[in-house]
């Protein structure tokens, strides 16, 4: 059975550092792309990162890129958020998906709050 597990949320102080990890199993984590998604509290599930299959190319939202870094490691199946320089309006549920060519997962999410 596919899952995908997150962890390393929590509470942030504003202008604080955090870094969310999704560990995969029952599918081949190494080709598929993986993403970071997060869903602010009325809003709709955003786009945050994307890293694809090898690692050689990330891309970001807007409102996240040059204070988020994805990066994965291949041989333990699992996809990384790096946040730093957070801000009250990152405070949402972080899940992490993986797209294969026919097929995609998501983990259950994991709560970051930004407050002082």
């Known amino acids: 059975q596919e899952h995908l597990v997150e962890s390393g949320g929590g509470l942030v102080q504003p202008g604080g550092s955090l870094r969310l990890s999704c560990v995969a199993s029952g599918f081949a984590f190494s080709v598929y792309t993986m993403s970071w998604y997060r869903r602010r509290p009325g809003q709709w599930r955003e786009l945050v990162a994307v890293i694809t299959s090898d690692g050689g190319t990330t891309d970001y939202g807007d409102s996240v890129a040059g204070r988020f870094t994805i990066s994965r490691d291949n041989a333990k199946n699992t996809v990384y958020l790096e946040m730093n320089f957070v801000k009250p309006e990152d405070t949402a549920v972080y899940y992490c998906?993986?797209?294969?060519?026919?097929?995609?997962?998501w983990g259950q999410g994991t709560q970051v709050t930004v407050s002082s």
């Open positions: 998906k993986g797209r294969g060519r026919s097929d995609e997962y």
